[in-house]
């Protein structure tokens, strides 16, 4: 039989509230309901170890570079990515650690879904 496992409230993270506001809520539903589409978390998946442009981005995730763009400007808005100009083209990244770690966790898990790889903390 599996060990107990404690549903006490775990502590805050130093900066970080360990109660939600009703923004907060909603700016973190907008934030998943983004990444609810494929062609966007594969862009996503590209990004977490380097900065791309968007005809690098149209190429990974299998569509147009108009397509892309459209996607990233969602990505943007919700705070997801960032991009910087250079020259003509425009060079995004995943906008902070808390992106990649949110979506690294999120396809891990997936993993252990498809693979059957047993859970763990």
């Known amino acids: 039989m599996p060990a107990s496992r404690s549903h006490a409230p775990r502590p805050a993270r130093a900066g970080h509230p ?4 009703g923004e907060q809520v909603a700016v973190g539903v907008r934030s998943f309901a983004l990444l609810a589409d494929p062609t966007r978390v594969r ?4 990004l977490r ?6 005809a690098s981005l149209a190429a990974v ?3 147009r570079p108009t397509v892309a763009s459209q ?3 969602k990505l943007r808005f919700a705070g997801l990515v960032e991009g ?3 020259g003509q083209r425009v060079v995004y990244r995943l906008r902070g650690g808390h992106v990649r770690a949110l979506l690294t966790e999120a396809l891990f898990h997936a993993d252990h879904q498809v693979s059957g790889a047993p859970v763990h903390d």
Do not use: E, I
Request: hydrophobic share 45%.
């Open 18 to 21: 360990d109660v939600l506001t």
């Open 43 to 46: 862009m996503l998946w590209a």
């Open 49 to 54: 170890d380097t900065d791309l442009d968007v």
């Open 61 to 63: 995730a299998g569509c």
């Open 71 to 73: 996607h990233l400007s």
């Open 84 to 86: 910087q100009r250079h």
